[in-house]
Nanobody, 123 residues
Framework: QVQLVESGGGLVQAGGSLRLSCAASGHTFSWYGMAWFRQAPGKEREFVAAITGSGGRTYYGDSAKGRFTISRDNAKNAVYLQMNSLKPEDTAVYYC????????????????WGQGTQVTVSS
């Protein structure tokens, strides 16, 4: 069983930055691809970014390219999402997800999910 706990969400003004963290436990962290998804009210869950187990490859959704950076620290069992130049449309609950030996862009590929952290960007 894998447990994921997100933190770092909050209220920020447009143009500001936030850094989300996801702490993982219960598995060999480096075996798992990790990703961030988000879901705004009334919308489907959206892929934000993913990173391979070694951290050697990263993938981004269109909304995140050029503004967000995903990273991981396998020694700390943690994955991060640095979000810069935030926009009101980035407002959503952000979820951390883990998938054994994969790092895809579809939510259905991921077996483990955190409880989510709210990000609100004011205009």
């Amino acid at each position: 069983q894998v447990q994921l706990v997100e933190s770092g969400g909050g209220l920020v003004q447009a143009g500001g930055s936030l850094r989300l963290s996801c702490a993982a436990s219960g598995h060999t962290f480096s075996w798992y691809g990790m990703a961030w998804f988000r879901q705004a009210p009334g919308k489907e869950r959206e892929f934000v970014a993913a990173i391979t187990g070694s951290g050697g490859r990263t993938y981004y959704g269109d909304s995140a390219k050029g503004r967000f950076t995903i990273s991981r620290d396998n020694a700390k069992n943690a994955v991060y999402l640095q979000m810069n130049s935030l926009k009101p449309e980035d407002t959503a609950v952000y979820y951390c997800a883990a998938d054994y030996r994969s790092s895809g862009t579809y939510s259905t590929e991921y077996d483990y999910w955190g409880q989510g952290t709210q990000v609100t960007v004011s205009s």
